[in-house]
């Protein structure tokens, strides 16, 4: 999963210890990876579209700006707003 930076406890795989999103602590919890992708797809689709370029394709906020057409500032806005949910939604767990 190269969707973050994940740390998968290794004793139990598939298992997410520590979840890190642009080196901003997201989660600290014991959730199967599913449970990320699952909040992920929640997001409404234009914070899902930058978190996916972000984390899955590694694009700058430049380079997903200039692919969405957006400025870049808002894609880093985009992505705190992702963050700030994404931590939400899987504190739950």
């Known amino acids: ?8 406890d290794s004793r139990e795989p598939g298992w997410v210890q520590s979840l890190t999103f642009g080196g901003v602590p997201t989660a600290t919890v014991a ?3 599913g449970d990320v ?3 992920i797809d929640a ?3 234009t ?3 930058v978190v996916t370029l972000a984390y899955g394709a590694g694009q700058t906020h430049a ?3 200039q692919r ?3 400025p870049s500032g808002t ?3 985009q992505l705190s707003k992702a963050r700030g949910l994404l931590a939400t939604s899987l504190a739950g767990f």
């Open 1 to 8: 999963m190269t969707l973050a930076s994940v740390i998968i």
């Open 63 to 65: 380079e997903i700006g």
């Open 37 to 39: 992708w699952a909040a």
């Open 75 to 77: 894609v880093s806005y």
């Open 68 to 70: 969405l057409g957006r």
């Open 47 to 49: 914070l899902r579209d």
């Open 31 to 33: 959730l199967d990876a």
């Open 43 to 45: 997001l409404p689709p």
